[in-house]
């Protein structure tokens, strides 16, 4: 890339870094400094403010940067990416948003502890969502060494490695000095600009076509040197039954996933009331549906107007192509039409980054103090210990990801988010819904539910395709490959829920029914919710 596109770029994210900062500087200090402040943002977000901020979590690099470009690569099987983040939401609307605002106070394991023996839950609870959290916040730090590398040419490994241990060191920063409400304002603005960027592309993209979709679509198969097959299913999934089985369990992992995300669940505790939880998804359903459509219009528009070889030739996975449809919709390289949009489109890419790790390491440092060390020190009711643990875990959280970041800098962010999805799917979706919904569930099936289904989610990814035995493995030089599966979805989120109910089945204490028709009554409305 010129001198200009890396200057203008250089100095709209140092304008974004500066603005989140002021942001942060000012809340840290006008906040309490209680716990609840912390976690929460003292729940005073509306449901349109804690819509955008929901869309704006929501909204990764994955998206972003991923779907387009595997849809830019895939054409039809990149779609479905899409159709799972957005049908995700309907899970989460029906089944979670409310229940979850009344039952819980911070996080995840607060709606399962209600009825349960507290120590046992919270340290099951908390591990699966700081290893959730992990698996996420990778895929972003991966996004970002991507547009840096873009930006910088591709020549420079070390400067992706500064990105990302930069990036890590913002999200250190946002999340110690300005708890959730920091980062809800962090993600508002992001999900602003975000749409904004995302209108403006699709728009000149239609522009190009002359609002012809069907002109576009044939294009882009034409172009992708796979004719109609670009536009029909199989050409990523359908190559033999493996890849078959691969797209079920992805599928799988995507729609039941969303509802298990800690950094999710813990946006319903910023509203006051339960239905202004279940206003604030409506706003984010509209807003996230929105925004994959257009991403739907830039992928084919990639693979149209780039074609897949140029995407794949600047980053192997995908992960480049908004970034390289800005620059030619703009005008071309060394056009300033071109240098302005894809500077435009790369800071906001990276503010997307920035703000999707706030929130995650938000979550996982939340999960880290109040359930891990609230469980091990028995201090839960100290909140000003807590926060701190709280701002030291964050520090941790930001170390481990930045390690993993680093190691998996080659892979497709989209694909990186479907193995979080799919822990989070397999641990945290079957212990919630058997808590909220099952009159028998017992702690000892919370806790099976919880291993049960994490330990076999991660030992499947170490034994898959993704870690050996193949050239795009993160350790291609060696082969303990035992599982075919890229995605362990498909086997580990039956297993979370058989677990679940044998542990249950098999549990010497009777179930507390007293306790589970108080939580039932508090979870429907809303009584003595925090």
Not at 405 to 429: M, P
Request: glycine share 12%.
């Amino acid at each position: 890339m010129t001198d200009e596109h890396q200057t203008l770029a250089l100095l709209l994210f140092s304008g974004f870094v500066a603005v989140t900062l002021a942001i942060t500087t000012w809340v840290s200090r006008n906040r309490r400094g209680s716990a609840e402040e912390f976690y929460t943002g003292g729940r005073l977000f509306s449901p349109i403010e804690n819509g955008f901020a929901i869309a704006g979590d929501y909204m990764s690099a994955a998206s972003f940067l991923g779907v387009t470009g595997l849809i830019a690569l895939f054409g039809y099987d990149g779609l479905l990416y899409v159709v799972g983040f957005l049908v995700a939401w309907l899970v989460v609307l029906f089944l979670v948003a409310e229940l979850v605002r009344n039952c819980g106070r911070f996080t995840l394991a607060d709606v399962v502890a209600a009825r349960m023996r507290e120590r046992p839950v919270r340290i099951a609870a908390g591990t699966s969502s700081v290893t959730v959290s992990v698996l996420y916040l990778v895929a972003q730090m991966v996004g970002a060494g991507s547009l840096v590398a873009l930006l910088l040419g591709g020549t420079s490994a070390a400067a992706r490695a500064w990105t990302v241990i930069g990036v890590g060191a913002l999200m250190v920063i946002y999340v110690s000095l300005g708890g959730m409400r920091a980062t809800t304002w962090i993600q508002i603005v992001k999900a602003v600009l975000l749409l904004g960027g995302t209108i403006v592309l699709t728009v000149l993209v239609l522009v190009r076509f002359h609002g012809n979709l069907d002109r576009l679509l044939l294009t882009a198969a034409e172009r992708s040197g796979q004719g109609e097959a670009f536009l029909a299913p199989g050409l990523k999934y359908g190559g033999d039954w493996t890849a078959r089985f691969d797209f079920i369990s992805l599928g799988l992992a995507l729609v039941l996933g969303t509802a298990g995300l800690p950094h999710i669940l813990s946006r319903f505790y910023t509203v006051p009331t339960a239905r202004a939880a279940r206003r604030s998804v409506v706003w984010a359903v509209g807003l996230i549906g929105g925004f994959y459509l257009m991403t739907i219009v830039l992928g084919f528009g990639a693979a149209a107007i780039l074609g897949p070889d140029a995407v794949r030739g600047s980053n192997a996975s995908g992960n480049t192509a908004v970034p390289l449809l800005a620059l030619d919709l703009g005008g071309g390289a060394g056009s300033t039409g071109g240098t302005v949009l894809f500077a435009v489109v790369a800071a906001v890419a990276f503010a997307t980054i920035l703000a999707v790790v706030a929130g995650i390491t938000l979550a996982s440092s939340a999960s880290v103090a109040h359930d891990l060390y609230a469980s091990l020190r028995r201090r839960s009711g100290k909140p000003r210990s807590e926060v701190a643990v709280a701002r030291g875990a964050a520090v941790g959280v930001g170390v481990v990801a930045i390690a993993l970041g680093l190691l998996a800098r080659d892979l497709n962010v989209a694909f990186l988010v479907g193995l979080a999805f799919a822990v989070a799917a397999s641990a945290n979706l079957p212990v919630l819904l058997y808590s909220l919904f099952w009159r028998g569930f017992t702690t000892r099936g919370a806790v099976w539910a919880v291993y049960g289904g994490l330990i076999p989610a991660v030992v499947l990814v170490v034994l898959s395709p993704v870690v050996s035995g193949s050239p795009d493995s993160l350790f291609p030089n060696v082969d303990f490959q035992y599982f075919p599966l890229q995605n362990p979805g498909l086997v580990s989120i039956p297993l979370g829920f058989l677990a679940g109910w044998l542990g249950t089945a098999t549990a010497p204490e009777a179930p507390d029914e007293a306790t589970h028709a108080e939580t039932e009554v508090r979870s429907l409305t809303g009584a003595g919710a925090a």
